[in-house]
């Protein structure tokens, strides 16, 4: 797909049907669409869901080949409310780097996979990656594993300080 062959715009959708609205958009109208998603994962009885939660809620990103009918868009595409607007000029058209942005930060989450939990037992002392929360990509020793949850200390405002994640959220380093 070359991005630059649309005007893309930004669209605000009902919740939780951002990805429902790249569907229609993507597979009944023919056009593109983009949304950010990180898979998660749910673990809930027997059995482990994969989920998609998509990084900017409410929001889809869509390109125009022409100018479109806002109002038709509206109403004939399920799920969409409105679009992003500045000012009283109408839809506002996005520029491309930051679709380019987007783009590449949807492919970056998309090749994220589960890691293993028989090769990924943490324990005290072990270094982790943080894949999700205020500190995404920092590894950290873990200071104690307790229900389901990793301790570890990190320095915050010049202090060690004391912070949790979940054990999903991080993986060994």
Request: a positive charge; one cysteine or more.
């Amino acid at each position: 797909m070359n991005l630059e062959d649309y005007d893309w715009y930004c669209l605000y959708c009902a919740p939780n049907r951002e990805l429902a609205t790249v569907h229609e958009l993507w597979t009944r109208r023919g056009l593109p669409a983009i949304v950010p998603a990180e898979k998660q994962w749910r673990e809930g009885g027997p059995r482990t869901r994969e989920l998609w939660r998509p990084e900017i809620p409410r929001y889809v990103f869509t390109g125009f080949q022409e100018a479109p009918n806002w109002e038709d868009v509206r109403s004939a595409v399920p799920y969409v409310q409105g679009y992003m607007q500045f000012g009283s000029a109408g839809p506002t058209r996005l520029r491309l780097p930051d679709v380019q942005w987007l783009y590449d930060r949807r492919e970056a989450l998309r090749g994220r996979q589960r890691p293993s939990v028989a090769e990924d037992v943490i324990r005290i002392g072990d270094t982790v990656k943080v894949l999700q929360g205020p500190f995404t990509g920092h590894s950290v020793t873990v200071d104690k594993v307790v229900a389901k949850r990793v301790h570890f200390i990190k320095e915050f405002l010049g202090e060690p300080r004391l912070f949790t994640a979940p054990l999903a959220e991080v993986m060994r380093a």
